[in-house]
């Protein structure tokens, strides 16, 4: 059985156990053992076998045992992880992954314990100290790179340790704990030990290491705890299912729930998750749309602007206007409007820039991806040695909230792949730009208490993100941002998501960003938890609009009416909505309440004349569409009703004259069409197959043309037309189309 089937092997048994079917789950894992011929699985299996008969005994029997359902409970527990074990025994010899890789690595070095590792760490951190009080000098440089190194293969080692460790036991957590609380380990150590413990559950189920990461939430150190924090988040979506047999999982997010700072950093994560969803399609937007358009726009802005004058002394407050009307012109300033909005709401914008720049021997390795930056990373090291600059731009990267710890590694690797001067001069001037950059992170700390937090969160999210993304051998990975938008439906959650103004920031994350299953879901939460405010019920309404179930979002809409009277935005939908579900004259009476509001609103005028011409009252119909024209007589929406309205009541002159004005226009397939039956009712039978030929023509597929003009033969026949002659115009249509 090869690896892909293991695991397939695997998915079925634990679909199984969800479902209840333990003995086809137990009959599944007879079959994973039977290769491998394990005695200790076997056994295993044997006593689970019989536990379970003799739980099926009693219970058919009618024996009563108030210990029942927790029995119940701890064999499926038992029998997910024997599932697991049976498979990953197989995979340890079948499969080449990173994880199985590192773990039979780890199975033939000598081990070092977690206390060992602590010992070293430390020493090598003092050492570290010691050097950097040395006089300046080559001996002082060729010792610190050489400490350095080792202090980062310890580091690494350390990351995958973690990362393939088995399951806990009283004696690992104790050990993990007291690694933790160590305050001579320094934070980026343990940083990345929350990231490595992160990724191994996310391999392998483990409630103790779950736990473990739930208490490292309350870390003194807050990137320690917001990483503990971040990681949560993805494990429960992939274990919900499971994690409600471990009630000491979910009674420690209930008591963490109390904690407003834990709150607080919670909410920002899964706001965080959230945004991350909508990356690809910033990034296709940046791609597709304002990098083209700006590429496009470069040799107009070579000719018509002086670059030295754009860039110059005289600053952006002098521009000349004729610079900003080719900006306009070309769309482009709404663009670039856009991306700084983006950028304000904390978007990933820069996941399509850094993309590239993740080819570097560096990110070959797994646990560089979750490095906090810093400079004195052995690989950036020397881009920092020149020391009249090194103090602003380790200032420039390390305070800049913009990009995240692996784009700052990206930048500096390929800064320090260029040339000498022109690595200087991009040095020279970011060291620059570094007082302004400090200046606009303390105005927005200023105005956000809790923006340092927020960004290390965003920015450890696009750490995540980048690897899920775009690590080498990231398809050995199950990929957290392609889990679903659940958060508000995961019961372990529900302390903290619960709490109404929590729950209506992530419906309305959901709503902004177009998620709209997910935003009605935690909008028709929000008004049975008692927020029955209007606004809660127009986006209950919007939503089901967007996802076309118009007789729900009618429902929505009503009740948002009841609450709030005369809402314009409301009547509009109400109407709307009256009018899709072929109910004209309920519809009429919104538009014309709408009408007292909005007198002079000419899409009003023309949905009343829109609603008397499905009730067949055209002489009214034409009055509005009359009125629109007469307000505004550019307005080709008006013409084409008076036209469509003119023909359905017979007045075919006026239908004539208006669709001529239409097709001297931009006229669509539609418009050739109807122009043609005006043709075909004034017996100008030629030049309606002149008309029905380039109504084809846009239309640009024979078969559809022939469905539309089939929905309008009821039409025809009214306006008094032998349609027995529309399969000879098709028939002469074709054959002139073969000429």
């Known amino acids: ?51 379970y008969q003799y739980m099926l005994h009693y219970l058919i029997e009618g024996e009563k045992d108030p210990e029942q359902g927790r029995i119940y409970n701890k064999l499926i527990c038992d029998i997910y992880i024997l599932a697991e074990d049976a498979a990953e025994r197989l995979l340890l010899q079948e499969s080449s992954s990173l994880f199985f890789d590192k773990m039979r690595l780890m199975e033939i070095r000598t081990p070092i314990s977690i206390d060992e590792y602590r010992d070293i760490i430390t020493k090598q951190s003092d050492t570290l100290s010691f050097l950097d ?103 429960f979506q992939v274990y919900s299912a499971r994690l409600a047999l471990y009630s000491g999982c979910s009674s420690r997010i209930k008591l963490l729930s109390d904690d407003k700072l834990f709150a607080r950093r919670f909410m920002a994560a899964v706001l965080g998750f959230i945004q991350a969803h909508e990356t690809e399609k910033i990034t296709k937007k940046l791609t597709e749309e304002i990098l083209p358009e700006m590429m496009k726009l470069s040799p107009m802005i070579g000719k018509k602007i002086k670059l030295d004058e754009w860039m110059g002394e005289t600053g952006f407050d002098e521009k000349n206007p004729e610079w900003q009307k ?33 080819a570097y021997p560096f990110f070959q390795e797994m646990s560089n991806w979750f490095l906090p930056f810093t400079p004195q990373h052995s690989n950036v090291q020397q881009l920092f040695t020149d020391r009249s600059e090194e103090a602003s731009l380790i200032d420039a990267l390390s305070g800049s909230s913009l990009i995240c710890n692996s784009d700052k590694y990206s930048f500096c690797l390929s800064i320090m792949m260029m040339p000498e001067n022109y690595r200087k001069m991009m040095v020279s001037q970011l060291g620059a730009e570094s007082d302004e950059l400090k200046n606009m992170q303390a105005e927005e700390e200023a105005l956000k208490p809790h923006q340092k937090e927020e960004t290390m969160i965003k920015q450890y999210i696009q750490d995540l993100y980048r690897f899920f ?44 960003k177009n998620n709209f299953p997910e935003a009605l879901s935690a909008y028709t939460l929000l ?102 024209e007469l307000i505004d007589n550019h307005n080709t929406r008006a013409w084409r009703s008076v036209a469509w309205c003119a023909f359905l009541s017979r007045k075919l002159d006026v239908a004539d004259r208006y669709y001529s004005r239409i097709l001297a226009g931009k006229p669509n397939a539609h418009d050739y069409l109807n122009a043609g039956h005006v043709a075909l009712c004034l017996e100008q039978v030629k030049k309606a197959v002149e008309l029905y030929k380039l109504s084809l023509d ?24 032998n349609t027995s002659i529309l399969p000879i115009i098709l028939d002469k249509i074709r054959y002139d189309k073969e000429v």
């Open 1 to 51: 059985m090869n690896p892909s089937d293991i695991r397939k092997k695997l998915t079925t048994i634990q679909l199984y156990i969800e479902q209840r079917q333990l003995k086809d789950a137990l009959d599944g894992i007879k079959e994973l053992y039977a290769m491998q011929q394990n005695w200790t699985v076997s056994e295993k299996l044997e006593e689970l076998t019989t536990n």
């Open 133 to 235: 009080l040395l006089e300046k000098g080559p001996d002082k440089e060729s010792r610190l790179r050489q400490n350095t190194i080792a202090s980062e293969n310890t580091l690494q080692d350390l990351f995958y340790i973690i990362f393939v460790s088995p399951r806990a036991n009283d004696d690992s957590l104790t050990a993990w704990r007291k690694f933790m609380e160590e305050g001579a380990i320094p934070r980026h150590v343990k940083a990345l030990f929350i990231s490595a413990l992160t990724l191994n559950i996310l391999q392998r189920f483990d409630a103790l290491k779950i736990e473990l990461l739930l208490d490292l939430c309350k870390h003194n150190d807050p990137e320690v705890a917001i990483r503990a924090v971040t990681g949560i988040i993805p494990i």
């Open 326 to 358: 080719i900006l306009d012109e070309t769309g482009l300033t709404d663009k670039l409007q856009e991306f700084t909005e983006l950028q304000l709401e904390g978007a990933d914008v820069f996941h399509s820039t850094f993309s590239n720049l993740k």
């Open 469 to 512: 993304k775009l690590f080498p051998r990231r398809n050995e990975f199950l990929d957290i941002f392609e889990l679903p938008l659940n958060y508000h439906r995961l019961p372990a959650f529900q302390p903290v998501i619960m709490q109404p103004n929590h729950l209506e920031k992530i419906a309305l994350y959901y709503f902004e």
């Open 527 to 628: 008004s049975e938890i008692g927020n029955n405010k209007s606004e809660i019920w127009q986006k209950i309404g919007y939503c089901r609009q967007m996802l076309a179930d118009m007789k729900g979002a009618l429902e929505a809409y009503l009740h948002a009416d009841l609450m709030e009277e005369n809402n314009t935005w409301l009547l509009q939908r109400i109407a709307h909505c009256y009018r899709v579900l072929k109910e004209p004259s309920t519809a009429l009476e919104y538009y014309r309440r709408l009408e007292q509001f909005r007198p002079d609103d000419l899409n009003i005028q023309l949905n009343i004349g829109h609603c008397y011409l499905e009730l067949k009252e055209y002489e009214k119909a034409l009055n509005y569409y009359f009125k629109v």
């Open 698 to 721: 846009k239309t640009g597929n024979f078969k559809t043309f022939q469905t539309m003009l089939g929905e309008d033969e009821n039409e025809l026949k009214e306006a008094g037309i």
